[in-house]
């Protein structure tokens, strides 16, 4: 019975923090507190299930990756490794590739291209902002998809750092701010986000 207590006392506060995270409002556009949190701590454990046709086998441990297979166009839901939203759970579709002396992800929707050369990484490319992704550089990963379902799961030590810093106001990331939805984001940003006005006047 005692055994239970720890798991009892971890439920309780994954529930406090989606209560929270729920029902305090953002201020000014940006994330409450709770909502910041929760973010952070999504961050810390990368976790997705995916959908679609290939094959595809990856592992990545600090900046160090390699994979092996072929995924043109999976399905994935959770949240991704590579934060992009101010929404971080939610769906989107991806590629992944590797010859086990490099690999390669990208989404266009949600924004980011991630590559291991010859086994170094990770590298961001056409849609993240270049060179090396410094938050990422010390995550731990693995991934694998056969036939039409796989799942990812990881862990990362510096967004969980960034998750205890942030319990006491401290955003050394600086990934607590609010980021504009793009077209084809995580659904719930998409839907979050204010409905564009109609274009008002008289035609000539």
């Not at 995916?50 to 399905?75: D, I, R, Y």
């Not at 991630?114 to 693995?142: N, R």
């Not at 205890?164 to 990331?173: E, P, R, Y």
Request: with cysteine; aromatic share 8%.
């Amino acid at each position: 019975m005692n055994l239970d207590r720890p798991r009892i006392g971890v439920a309780l506060l994954c529930a406090a923090l989606v209560f929270a995270s729920g029902s305090c409002a953002s201020v000014d556009g940006q994330p409450s507190y709770a909502q910041a949190r929760l973010n952070d701590l999504l961050d810390s454990a990368p976790f997705s299930v995916s959908a679609g046709p290939g094959f595809m086998l990856s592992a990545h441990a600090t900046v160090l990756g390699t994979g092996l297979g072929v995924a043109p166009g999976l399905h994935h839901f959770g949240w991704p490794a590579h934060r992009e939203a101010f929404v971080r759970a939610g769906d989107w579709h991806e590629f992944e590739a590797g010859i086990l002396i490099g690999s390669a992800r990208s989404s266009a929707a949600v924004g980011y291209d991630v590559l291991y050369f010859f086994g170094f990484g990770p590298i961001c490319g056409e849609h993240g902002p270049g060179g090396m992704e410094t938050s990422a550089m010390l995550d731990l990963e693995a991934s694998a998809h056969v036939g039409i379902l796989g799942a990812r799961v990881g862990v990362s030590p510096i967004q969980f750092a960034d998750l205890i810093a942030g319990v006491f106001g401290i955003d050394f990331l600086d990934d607590d701010r609010n980021v504009k939805p793009q077209p084809g984001r995580y659904l719930q940003d998409v839907q979050s986000s204010p409905s564009p006005r109609p274009k008002t006047g008289t035609a000539r």
